[in-house]
Nanobody
Framework: VQLQASGGGLVQARCSVRLSCAAS????????MGWFRQAPGKEREFVSS????????DYGDSVKGRFTISRDNAKNTIYLQMNGLQPEDSAVYYC??????????????????WGQGTLVTVSS
């Protein structure tokens, strides 16, 4: 499966952004999906994961209550709604797909496929 993330850009603090990740090559419904982010000089950080059906979600502690992951399997797309953005949320955001039989996956090494990333910069 090929993944294409989009929706990043420069935003002001406390604003909202919605990222999208479109899949091609295989049906998105086959995969657990996740979002990760990586800021300069930092390790890749788990942001969120969603089960194949969308019934289960998981979030990193730093984004819990502010970000919402969702998916539309008919459109082969997942989303990350990011509210209340702060400068520390600035990073390249990556979407990823995992074919393993779990509801959600929080470990980057478990994912099989990765998108190219989209940059989100939050100004104070």
């Amino acid at each position: 499966v090929q993944l294409q993330a989009s929706g990043g850009g420069l935003v002001q603090a406390r604003c909202s952004v919605r990222l999208s990740c479109a899949a091609s090559g295989h049906a998105l419904s086959r995969y657990v999906m996740g979002w990760f982010r990586q800021a300069p000089g930092k390790e890749r950080e788990f942001v969120s994961s969603i089960s194949r059906s969308g019934s289960s979600t998981d979030y990193g502690d730093s984004v819990k209550g502010r970000f919402t992951i969702s998916r539309d399997n008919a459109k082969n797309t997942i989303y990350l709604q990011m509210n209340g953005l702060q400068p520390e949320d600035s990073a390249v955001y990556y979407c990823a797909a995992d074919s393993a039989m779990f509801s959600t996956v929080i470990t980057a090494g478990e994912y099989d496929y990765w998108g190219q990333g989209t940059l989100v910069t939050v100004s104070s």
